[in-house]
């Protein structure tokens, strides 16, 4: 089966840098994404990466490294309207895929 | 923009009935996802499917049944509700497999009593 590991709470400053950790085990592994949830909304893609690297997409950036079964999602200048949950999910499978996610961290911004 | 509806936002239903939830999204997606969300447990996968009439079991498939008679529309089926399938269920979809973002409704909140 498929298991993510990311940490269930972080709080962080406004202004300030965070950095979202998530491991996984998987087999027949795509790629891993990351998701946003405002309480009361639905998900939002954020960011995919199939290789090992960084991505970056404005304020938000997403590293895999493959060989370590490891990602994080950072973001940079963090505003008051970051504050939500953030969710990685692995894209595994054979001719179809599933798309499977981790239990979510949720970041609180403080002024 | 990408669209997915789900039928119901806010549904009760007693012990024992059968349930129907209802998605539909309206860009010609071949992937569609089942999932409950539930506090301290994240999004679940219940089933999904890649095509029409098409479907595997995800990690909960247990008490659940999926069809897919159209391409738009991904039913979830609850034969005979319990109390423990209380949850926030959310439909997604995306274009295929080889398309990374997965788009999600707004979500149906299932209070079974």
């Known amino acids: 089966g498929q298991s993510l590991e990311q940490p269930s709470e972080v709080t962080a400053v406004e202004g300030a840098i965070v950095q979202i950790n998530c491991t996984y085990q998987?087999?027949?592994?795509?790629?891993l994404s990351w998701y946003q949830q405002h309480d009361g909304g639905a998900p939002t893609f954020l960011s995919y990466?199939?290789?090992?690297g960084l991505e970056e997409t404005g304020r938000f950036s997403s590293f895999l490294s493959r060989s370590d079964s490891y990602g994080y999602l950072l973001l940079q200048e963090l505003q008051m309207k970051d504050s939500a949950s953030y969710f990685c999910?692995?894209?595994?499978?054979?001719?179809?895929?599933?798309?499977?996610f981790g239990k979510g961290t949720k970041l609180s911004v403080i002024p | 923009d990408v669209k997915v509806t789900q039928s119901s936002r806010y549904l009760v239903k007693r012990t024992g009935e059968k349930v129907f939830l209802e998605c539909v999204q309206d860009m010609d997606h071949e992937n569609m996802f089942w999932y409950r969300q539930d506090p301290g447990l994240g999004l679940r996968l219940i089933y999904f499917?890649?095509?029409?009439?098409?479907?595997e079991k995800g990690d909960i498939p247990e008490g659940y049944s999926v069809s897919r008679e159209k391409k738009e529309r991904f039913s979830l089926i609850l034969e005979s509700a319990s109390t423990n399938q209380t949850s926030m269920y959310l439909c997604?979809?995306?274009?295929?497999?080889?398309?990374?973002?997965?788009?999600f409704g707004q979500g149906t909140r299932l209070t079974v009593v």
């Open positions: 997604a979809s995306s274009l295929s497999s080889k398309n990374t973002e997965a788009f």
């Open positions: 999910a692995v894209k595994s499978g054979a001719g179809s895929y599933q798309l499977t």
């Open positions: 998987t087999s027949g592994f795509y790629g």
């Open positions: 990466n199939a290789l090992d």
């Open positions: 499917s890649y095509d029409v009439k098409m479907k």
